[in-house]
């Protein structure tokens, strides 16, 4: 499957983004969808996740009640909503789709997109 991202850009602080995650593909709705980022100087990290249904959702501690994670799977999409937004979450954001169970590993997921900028400035 290949994925593109997209929906990045530079906000305030408190503003909000929306990131979609288009995949092409048409077993799209058998995968467990993922969003991470990277900060400069920072390893990757996991901000939130989506099963195969959309059913079930996880998110890290520091994006619970700002960010909501979405997928159709009808379009084959994945979409990230980000509220709130703080500088901490500048990061380039990745979206990524992986075949077992819901998960915050990263190398649980296979597929991987190109990456979308995120700048909050404070």
């Known amino acids: 499957v290949q994925l593109q991202a997209s929906g990045g850009g530079l906000v305030q602080a408190g503003g909000s983004l929306r990131l979609s995650c288009a995949a092409s593909?048409?077993?799209?709705?058998?995968?467990?969808m993922g969003w991470f980022r990277q900060a400069p100087g920072k390893e990757r990290e996991f901000v939130a996740a989506?099963?195969?249904?959309?059913?079930?959702?996880y998110y890290t501690d520091s994006v619970k009640g700002r960010f909501t994670i979405s997928r159709d799977n009808a379009k084959n999409t994945v979409d990230l909503q980000m509220n709130s937004l703080k500088p901490e979450d500048t990061a380039v954001y990745y979206c990524?789709?992986?075949?077992?169970?819901?998960?915050?590993?990263?190398?649980?997921?296979?597929?991987w997109g190109q990456g979308t900028q995120v700048t909050v400035s404070s």
């Open positions: 990524a789709a992986g075949t077992l169970a819901i998960t915050y590993r990263a190398n649980q997921y296979h597929y």
């Open positions: 593909g048409r077993t799209f709705s058998s995968y467990v």
């Open positions: 989506i099963s195969w249904t959309g059913g079930s959702t």
